[in-house]
């Protein structure tokens, strides 16, 4: 169906034609007076200018045109050169009529759908969700649910918080409970065949309060950690097991909020990707090595105190959680390590994709 405020362009701008003017000049936008009427057309200026009359005398020739109309109730002139129109009530309730009937109710598509990338929910392996997630996934989702109605291609992507120090912690964790010296795929497979997601969120509780009091825990966290993140025999297996428990539970919840994903990708999806991109940063002069470890100085002259540098690769070999397996990690992933893109190569490739990646904190 036709707009309402398209309806009334239409119509003024039959009257500007019938008085001798260009129709293009009726477009009707909503009015930014309200109290001198609903709509207002701005078209008299241009069209005194052109034909040297004045604008009083342009607007009299059209709103005569527009006052026999069964459209509008009142017609008036606003200096400099505004047409404020006020549609009756029939109209409009013949308007409201036709947009009950529409299936779309009266939103239109979009003239150039173009594709939407959409980054929300965000939870944690093991850990229950929290408000914050609950913002993260309401408003993810009502974007969603608006760019499809709109027209727009949608790809929404969970973000599963999946990787990084927290695996380890719970691995380390499970291998105690379990009194799992040596860990291979067949006993990470069995250890972990009766496992229920609530008792993921109690070992990581008591895996968290442990490694918060004890060094040593902490340390076994941290390798445990980096026999995950280098593919050691049994760490990826466990931590499958582990993935496939929580996702489970996880997809019963979002069922319940009515909420879907076309993608349920984690951090770890982007893992075997992450060495490349350290090589190039380290290539291109942007990460340098330190101590054993790779990072970036980030420190300016300006700066009033110390500023340590972002680490990407600690000494022992394993990848901080933070900057390499963040939404923004992924995204620099996606962007600069694929084989046949780069960052300004792909906005020319897809110029009408655009992405958004929503907090927990609804930002």
């Given at each position: 169906?036709?707009?309402?405020?398209?309806?009334?362009?239409?119509?003024?701008?039959?009257?500007?034609?019938?008085?001798?003017?260009?129709?293009?000049?009726?477009?009707?936008?909503?009015?930014?007076?309200?109290?001198?009427?609903?709509?207002?057309?701005s078209g008299?200026?241009?069209?005194?200018?052109?034909?040297r009359?004045?604008?009083?005398?342009?607007?009299?020739?059209?709103?005569?045109?527009?006052?026999?109309?069964?459209?509008?109730?009142?017609?008036?002139?606003?200096?400099?050169?505004?047409?404020?129109?006020?549609?009756?009530?029939?109209f409009?309730?013949?308007?409201?009529?036709?947009?009950?009937?529409?299936?779309?109710?009266?939103?239109?598509?979009?003239?150039?759908?173009?594709?939407?990338?959409?980054?929300?929910?965000?939870p944690?392996?093991?850990?229950?969700?929290?408000?914050?997630?609950?913002?993260?996934?309401?408003?993810?989702?009502s974007?969603?649910r608006?760019?499809?109605?709109?027209?727009?291609?949608?790809l929404?992507d969970?973000?599963?918080?999946?990787?990084?120090?927290?695996?380890?912690m719970?691995?380390?964790e499970?291998?105690?409970?379990?009194?799992?010296t040596?860990?291979?795929?067949?006993?990470?497979?069995?250890?972990?065949?009766?496992?229920?997601?609530?008792?993921?969120?109690?070992m990581?509780?008591?895996?968290a309060?442990?490694?918060?009091?004890?060094?040593?825990?902490?340390?076994?966290?941290?390798?445990?950690?980096?026999?995950?993140?280098?593919?050691?025999?049994?760490?990826?297996?466990?931590?499958?097991?582990?993935?496939?428990?929580?996702?489970?539970a996880?997809?019963?919840d979002?069922?319940?909020?009515?909420?879907?994903?076309?993608?349920?990708?984690?951090?770890?999806?982007?893992?075997?990707?992450?060495?490349?991109l350290?090589?190039?940063?380290?290539?291109?002069g942007?990460?340098v090595?330190?101590?054993?470890?790779?990072?970036?100085?980030?420190?300016?002259?300006?700066?009033?105190?110390?500023?340590?540098?972002?680490?990407?690769?600690?000494?022992?070999?394993?990848?901080?959680?933070?900057p390499?397996?963040?939404?923004?990690?992924?995204?620099s992933?996606r962007?600069?390590?694929?084989?046949?893109?780069s960052?300004?190569?792909?906005?020319?490739?897809?110029?009408?994709?655009?992405?958004?990646?929503?907090?927990?904190?609804?930002?």
């Open positions: 169906m036709t707009p309402l405020r398209d309806l009334l362009t239409r119509q003024v701008s039959a009257a500007f034609a019938d008085a001798g003017y260009d129709p293009a000049l009726g477009e009707v936008v909503a009015s930014q007076r309200p109290d001198l009427g609903q709509f207002q057309c008299v200026l241009a069209a005194a200018k052109k034909h009359r004045p604008p009083q005398a342009i607007a009299d020739d059209v709103m005569a045109r527009l006052r026999v109309s069964d459209v509008f109730s009142t017609v008036s002139f606003a200096a400099p050169g505004f047409i404020n129109l006020t549609v009756t009530d029939e409009l309730t013949a308007c409201l009529e036709e947009i009950g009937r529409d299936e779309r109710l009266g939103c239109v598509l979009v003239s150039e759908p173009g594709t939407v990338v959409l980054d929300f929910g965000g944690n392996i093991a850990k229950a969700m929290h408000v914050g997630h609950l913002r993260s996934t309401i408003i993810g989702d974007l969603q608006l760019f499809r109605f709109a027209g727009h291609k949608v929404s969970i973000h599963l918080g999946d990787w990084g120090t927290p695996m380890g719970l691995i380390s499970f291998q105690h409970r379990r009194g799992i040596h860990l291979d795929d067949s006993t990470a497979a069995r250890a972990a065949a009766t496992l229920t997601v609530h008792d993921l969120e109690e990581y509780l008591a895996a309060t442990q490694t918060r009091a004890s060094d040593e825990s902490l340390r076994e966290a941290l390798h445990a950690t980096v026999g995950l993140q280098q593919n050691h025999p049994g760490y990826r297996e466990l931590w499958r097991q582990l993935v496939a428990v929580s996702v489970a996880l997809r019963e979002f069922d319940v909020l009515g909420v879907s994903f076309d993608l349920w990708l984690g951090e770890s999806h982007f893992s075997d990707r992450i060495p490349g350290v090589e190039r940063l380290l290539a291109q942007h990460a090595t330190s101590e054993g470890a790779v990072v970036i100085p980030v420190a300016e002259p300006t700066d009033q105190q110390e500023m340590p540098p972002l680490i990407l690769v600690k000494s022992d070999g394993g990848y901080t959680c933070a390499m397996t963040s939404s923004t990690s992924s995204t992933a962007a600069f390590t694929s084989p046949r893109c960052a300004p190569r792909a906005r020319r490739a897809w110029p009408g994709m655009r992405g958004w990646s929503i907090s927990r904190s609804g930002r």
